[in-house]
């Protein structure tokens, strides 16, 4: 199952939301979709559940066209809105029925897919609740439950996490990782980039409707970081260690963070294994020497400048 996206435009009048934005991505992934509050996150996801659609450009999954074979696509895809719309008369297990039917299934296949995603995501003991009356956290259930009960190869989540407690977001990642392993490819949009760092194996960075980058995190990491972002302590003087880094070739960067010393090294693994060699030779007792990962937030804030459209 592959998702591509190409070329893809959309319009609001003099408002320009998409310009020209083409990714991809397949089953067994799960990808961030990341930017700040009008970037044009939301706006993607619509059109790729054939909700709204695109002024140019399209967008294919297994191979449809969103525009020109939407009720194909409809069938392969789950779509997770922000928000559960309000509804004061339906119960958890009747508005899970509803969407059942409504995606054809009957019978005995109806009943076992409704107790199936009601059991994986933890709503048997609510089935007869009204929506009305459910937390936040279990209205992100429900959601998640309707866009699975079909059980789509394809899922399309806008800020799936947003407004949940820390223990939600907690069962919801894990809920995402069995899902990313049951071969469904998985997009989502969201604010929280220190839990898709843990969460995803790519991200689409969108600002003012254009692509900034795009790519598995190791991608992106490599892309944005050409250098090595180390963390030094030493047994010795701090101020002592400092001034020997200063003097080291391949030094870009030092500076203090806390009780560490933070080197920006130019090159790879090899030149930091020269470096450390080079302090212990000139009699530091270096008590740490660590790699400084970056992770999705670093990528993030290096990317865009914080504009909106």
Do not use: W
């Not at 919801?172 to 069995?178: D, N, P, Q, S, V």
Request: hydrophobic letters at 35%; one cysteine or more.
């Amino acid at each position: 199952m592959k998702i591509k996206v190409k070329n893809l435009e959309k319009k609001f009048g003099k408002t320009h939301a998409l310009k020209n934005i083409s990714f991809e991505f397949q089953s067994k992934q799960i990808f961030g979709f990341v930017g700040p509050n009008g970037a044009g996150k939301t706006t993607t996801l619509r059109i790729l559940a054939t909700l709204d659609d695109p002024s140019g450009g399209d967008a294919y999954i297994n191979g449809f066209s969103v525009t020109q074979y939407p009720e194909e696509v409809r069938k392969t895809i789950g779509f997770m809105p922000d928000t559960l719309p309000e509804h004061n008369d339906i119960t958890v297990h009747e508005y899970l029925d509803f969407f059942a039917r409504a995606y054809g299934l009957k019978g005995k296949k109806r009943r076992q897919s409704i107790e199936g995603v009601e059991e994986f995501t933890n709503l048997t003991g609510i089935r007869e609740k009204m929506l009305k009356a459910l937390s936040k956290g279990m209205k992100q259930r429900v959601s998640l439950a309707r866009a699975l009960v079909h059980d789509p190869p394809v899922l399309l989540m806008d800020e799936p996490a947003a407004g949940l407690d820390p223990r939600a977001r907690i069962e919801l990642r894990e809920l995402l990782k069995i899902l990313s392993g049951q071969d469904k490819a998985i997009l989502i949009s969201s604010h929280i980039l220190t839990e898709l760092t843990e969460l995803c194996d790519g991200a689409i960075i969108i600002e003012q409707g254009k692509i900034l980058q795009t790519g598995t995190i190791e991608q992106l990491v490599e892309k944005k970081t050409p250098h090595l972002s180390l963390l030094v302590r030493s047994c010795n003087r701090q101020d002592a260690l400092f001034k020997a880094l200063m003097e080291m070739p391949k030094v870009k960067d030092v500076r203090h963070s806390g009780k560490e010393i933070q080197v920006e090294l130019e090159g790879g693994e090899e030149d930091g294994s020269d470096l450390l060699a080079a302090l212990v030779q000139q009699g530091h007792r270096i008590s740490e020497f660590k790699l400084q990962q970056s992770d999705l937030e670093d990528i993030f804030m290096r990317v865009t400048k914080g504009e909106v459209q």
